[in-house]
């Protein structure tokens, strides 16, 4: 069994994804037929309510999808809010009301329906076809029995039932899609003067003064969070190398006889080719007729291989290679099906094959030139002998010191310098580390974690958590390893605790300044740009004035590369009021725009064919978006008063 998992750990989470977390994600197997009810209501609705416990399991079971989805990236503080907290009471809320309208209006599914839901789940299947063995296997990995995975699956189906057939019957009236698609496609020719505001930057005058103002003004949006210094210890590869001892020469090669293999080129072959296809489920006629056509172009190419090339391009049907010449590259032994290898590595050099039955046809192939087999000897290949050699003695030694550091950092939990000390490492430190993010170097100093070679290291959300955990930010002690990866291993520990403030104004005084700097000079930007629309007058000429870009066509399925405030803008006008200049505002300072027209927008195939069935699916979205609100509305929830303290965070888990 566990075997099976460890052969398809892909496959398994796959599963996981795809069965368990719609059936069982939030509520668990056994709350498709019952909430269990308790002292602690959060939600009553009708006649049962959303419990604590229901809540719990349920957050609990969104940390574990989450942290399995995102093993790096995942910070379970995202979840710590009363918006994601209440997301997730609604989401249970809504499942609620669901399973009570499925019991009360009798919803069921027949056991032929959930066999047949169950045999064409695709990854409980064998070769397209359903296998009990693996429907057995998936079972015991997610610790389920049969009875109680059908009868979330029945219970599930149950309840797709209730909404089911609202999405599956909502459709877009055709002229709605129409319109739409009109919409789309409609386009405007136009060109665009762009005013950047990086052009205006070098004009911009910010004094010292003006600095001391913004700093007075704006302190509360200069103010940092709460962050830490922090030492480190990195065990990676690099780590494990330094400092190996040298490797004798008869050890290399003792090695390099050990593993001659590993230093030969195989023999290989540039070749070129004609094809001649022969069609999939071809008749013997079919096929002899193309056989004739191959041997006619053989002759042709034994007579004069020089003209190789060019009957190649004149009538090879391979499209590929035809263009070039047949040209097929290098071809190096042991790559190719044995049959064609015997045929093409049997050649010299200029030599033509004859005609060879393989994929797609009949081949004949030119040697344009022939490499034989070589094998490196110990002093060409002694270079990499000894990095193999040596990465093997790092390896050895990376998980010799990684059983030492989780030791010696768990031993002597009040310093890293014991560890640093054994092993031969260096305490590194880095500033700048907050609960959610590194903060910029421009607010930090030079020793930022964000300017730091190990940035993304310390940016991971699990060194993050483990430096704001009790253990390291109040205890004060190293956090345990971190494995960041099969071949990345970091201990940290807390250097300074630097409350949130806000930083006294020398250290911030450049950041105010390039802040000034990039403003002023947007501003200066949008007063160019709207002095040269100005200028231009309500009456648009038959041509855009000097200073405009290239003429584009433009329509909301292809912007042509313009921003979305510059789109938006020209598609806003209607036709009949062209041509005209239009001014828009954009990130990168100001743009004036021409306008010459509009043009209807041309039939799209694809979007014709995909826009109707999107359309649907939204609609039917939108629509069961809808029924669910007025069943909601139907039923007497109530929010009970521990909710209000579970929305808040102060309510304790009470199932562990």
Known sequence: MFEFIRTHQRLMQLILLVLIVPSFGLIGISGYTTYVSGNHDLVKVDGSAVTMQ?????????????????????????????????????????????????????FSVSDAVLRQAIASIPQLQVNGQFSAERYNEVLKSIGATSKEFEQGRRAEMAIDRVLGPVAMTASVPKPVATSLEQALTDERVLSVHAYAATDYAKDVKVSDQDIKDWYEHNKQKLKLPEQVSAQYLLLNEAAAMQGLP???????????EQNKKRFVTPARVRLSHILVEVPVGATEAQRHTALGQAEKISKEVHADTSRFAEIARKQSQDAGTASKGGDLGWITKGSWPAKLEQAVFALKKGEVSGVVDGPGGYHIFLAEDVQPQQTETFEQARAKVESEVRRQLGADRFADMATKLTSLVYDNASSLQP?????????????????????????????????????????????????????????????????????????????????????????????????????????????????????YGKQAPAQAPTGFGATLTVSRIDAQGLDKQVLDAALAVPGKDLPQFKGVKTPQGYSVLYIQKAVPGKPNPSLQASLPVELAQAWGQAEEHAVLEALKAQAKIKLMPQAQKVLAGEADDQNG
């Open 246 to 256: 040298a490797v004798s020469t008869d050890d290399l090669k003792k090695y390099y």
């Open 54 to 106: 229901d809540f719990d399991q349920a957050r609990r079971n969104q940390l574990q999808q989450l942290q399995q989805a995102n093993p790096s990236g995942f910070d379970p503080s995202s979840l710590d809010n009363p918006a994601a907290r209440k997301a997730l009471l609604d989401t249970l809320v809504d499942r609620r009301v669901l399973v009570e309208t499925a019991s009360q209006n009798h």
């Open 419 to 535: 560890a640093a000390d054994a092993l031969g490492m260096k305490i590194r430190t880095a500033d700048g580390i907050a609960r959610d993010r590194l903060l910029p170097a421009v607010e930090v100093g030079p020793a930022a974690a964000s300017a730091s070679p190990d940035a993304s290291l310390l940016d991971d959300a699990r060194v993050r958590r483990a430096l704001f955990s009790s253990q390291v930010l109040t205890d004060k002690q190293n956090s345990g390893v971190i494995e960041i990866s099969s071949d990345t291993m970091v201990v940290v520990r807390i250097a300074k605790l630097t409350p949130a403030q806000v930083p006294e104004l020398g250290k911030v005084s450049e950041l105010i300044r390039h802040r000034l700097v990039a403003e002023r000079a947007q501003a200066a930007a949008e007063q160019a740009g709207q002095a040269a629309l100005a200028s």
